[in-house]
């Protein structure tokens, strides 16, 4: 791998690989993202990756209330433009959302429930996250405001 | 957000019957929003990541906030839990009465306390693992 300098105005691409604005280039999985102009290392703002805050913690839950929560402790949510989503079919948005729960769970986050697992709406995103997290063995805590991993006391 | 015409019907609805609108909030993804109208009962109309939800609270608690099977086992008749927003609007609509005489004082706590019970057993078929 190997830098080239090119003199005068470019064309750049802003690239979603995977609905996410950072990914792996080449054999060496060479870790990139999205920059602003003669400001190395500063990221771009972006509108449409599904997740793009790192503080250990994800919301999960209804419209609002996983919205107001997840603002209000600055902690990272599934969320996606509503242009890019009302494109996608239902299987593409199911692998998206489940792409996004892999990397919570990946990522070893705390998941905040910020509504009640018992009040899932019928027939809702969330209720769908739910039991795919009950597949991988997460369970409420007794207060029901989070999920606990599995093997955690 | 983009209201469709079955909810449309809805707002038509719950303007003819007397409730006026509280608020309305869009949000920054999916297309998610909440329309909010109260006189007596509440109705929240939700767009959650596309999906369209119709829900009913009373003013003494106003965060507890009922889906339509809920509200529609609660009188009595029975159905699928997942219904599309004809379905719900349906229901809101047909059994409007009986949802209002439902939060009425004097029963409101005893329908607080059966709408409560029935979440939980619709849980605990939803997610047997965690609620036993």
Same mark, same amino acid.
């Given at each position: 791998?190997?830098?080239?300098?090119? &003199?005068?105005?470019?064309?750049?691409?802003?690239?979603?690989?995977?609905?996410?604005?950072?990914?792996?280039?080449?054999?060496?999985?060479?870790?990139?993202?999205?920059?602003?102009?003669? !400001?190395? =290392?500063?990221? #771009?703002?972006?509108?449409?990756?599904?997740?793009?805050?790192? !503080?250990?913690?994800?919301?999960?839950?209804?419209? &609002?209330?996983?919205?107001?929560?997840?603002?209000?402790? =600055?902690?990272?949510?599934?969320?996606?433009?509503?242009?890019?989503? $009302?494109?996608? !079919?239902? #299987?593409?948005?199911?692998?998206?959302?489940?792409?996004?729960?892999?990397?919570?769970?990946?990522? =070893?986050?705390?998941?905040?429930?910020?509504?009640?697992?018992? $009040?899932?709406?019928?027939?809702?995103?969330?209720?769908?996250?739910?039991?795919?997290?009950?597949?991988?063995?997460?369970?409420?805590? #007794?207060?029901?405001?989070?999920?606990?991993?599995? =093997?955690?006391? | 957000?983009?209201?469709?015409?079955?909810?449309?019907?809805?707002?038509?609805?719950?303007?003819?019957?007397?409730?006026?609108?509280? @608020?309305? +909030?869009?949000?920054?993804? /999916?297309?998610?929003?909440?329309?909010?109208?109260?006189?007596? +009962?509440? +109705?929240?109309? +939700?767009?959650?990541?596309?999906?369209?939800?119709?829900?009913?609270?009373?003013?003494?608690?106003?965060?507890?906030?009922?889906?339509?099977?809920?509200?529609?086992?609660?009188?009595?008749?029975?159905?699928?839990?997942?219904?599309? @927003?004809?379905?719900?609007? @349906?229901?809101?609509?047909?059994?409007?009465?009986?949802?209002?005489?439902? /939060?009425?004082?004097?029963?409101?706590?005893?329908?607080?306390?059966?709408?409560?019970?029935?979440?939980?057993?619709? @849980?605990?078929?939803? /997610?047997?693992?965690?609620?036993?």
């Amino acid at each position: 791998m190997s830098i080239t300098s090119r &003199p005068g105005l470019q064309a750049v691409y802003n690239l979603e690989i995977d609905l996410e604005h950072v990914y792996y280039v080449s054999t060496s999985a060479l870790l990139v993202h999205n920059s602003y102009p003669n !400001t190395p =290392g500063k990221k #771009a703002p972006s509108a449409s990756a599904p997740a793009k805050r790192a !503080t250990g913690i994800t919301v999960l839950g209804h419209y &609002p209330e996983y919205v107001n929560v997840s603002e209000a402790m =600055g902690a990272r949510r599934f969320q996606i433009p509503e242009s890019v989503w $009302n494109r996608m !079919t239902d #299987a593409e948005r199911w692998a998206a959302n489940q792409k996004f729960l892999d990397r919570t769970i990946a990522h =070893g986050d705390q998941i905040i429930l910020a509504t009640p697992a018992g $009040n899932a709406r019928p027939g809702s995103w969330f209720k769908r996250e739910l039991e795919y997290l009950m597949g991988k063995g997460y369970r409420p805590s #007794a207060d029901g405001t989070r999920l606990i991993p599995p =093997g955690a006391p | 957000m983009e209201i469709p015409e079955h909810i449309r019907q809805v707002i038509g609805f719950l303007e003819s019957v007397g409730l006026s609108r509280k @608020a309305m +909030v869009k949000g920054n993804g /999916f297309g998610s929003g909440v329309i909010t109208y109260q006189n007596g +009962v509440r +109705v929240r109309i +939700v767009n959650d990541r596309g999906d369209w939800f119709i829900e009913v609270s009373d003013l003494r608690q106003p965060n507890e906030w009922y889906d339509l099977a809920l509200l529609r086992d609660l009188l009595g008749d029975s159905g699928p839990d997942v219904l599309g @927003a004809p379905e719900q609007a @349906a229901i809101l609509t047909s059994r409007w009465d009986a949802i209002c005489s439902v /939060f009425e004082p004097a029963c409101a706590a005893e329908s607080h306390r059966r709408l409560q019970r029935l979440r939980e057993e619709r @849980a605990k078929r939803w /997610f047997p693992t965690w609620y036993k």
